[in-house]
Nanobody
Framework: QVQLVESGGGLVQPGGSLRLSCAAS????????MGWYRQAPGKERELVAT???????NYADSVKGRFTISRDNAKNTVSLQMNSLKPEDTAVYYC???????????WGQGTQVTVSS
């Protein structure tokens, strides 16, 4: 089993920044990809950004140019730097990992991000 623990959420004003981190209990080099998803009230969970173990990143159109995903294999963490935040970025953000060993897809418990003045 793999445990993913997110941190860094909170309340921020529009235009502000937050940095989310996800710590994995198993070496992330054992994963194919890690990423961040979000779910706003009344909406389906959606992809925000993913990064492969070759450091290839993919972003939702709505966050391109504002968010940056990165991974630190030595610390077994994946981070999401969020700049120029908008009220529509308000959601619970979930860390996701697709592992080869142990095989499976894993989710964190989520961290709340609220963008409001």
């Amino acid at each position: 089993q793999v445990q993913l623990v997110e941190s860094g959420g909170g309340l921020v004003q529009p235009g502000g920044s937050l940095r989310l981190s996800c710590a994995a209990s198993v070496r992330i080099v054992n994963s194919n990809a890690m990423g961040w998803y979000r779910q706003a009230p009344g909406k389906e969970r959606e992809l925000v950004a993913t990064i492969t173990n070759a450091d290839s990143a993919n972003y939702a159109d709505s966050v391109k140019g504002r968010f940056t995903i990165s991974r630190d294999n030595a610390k077994n963490t994946v981070s999401l730097q969020m700049n120029s935040l908008k009220p529509e970025d308000t959601a619970v953000y979930y860390c996701n990992a697709r592992y080869v060993l142990p095989f499976g897809q894993y989710w964190g418990q989520g961290t709340q991000v609220t963008v409001s003045s």
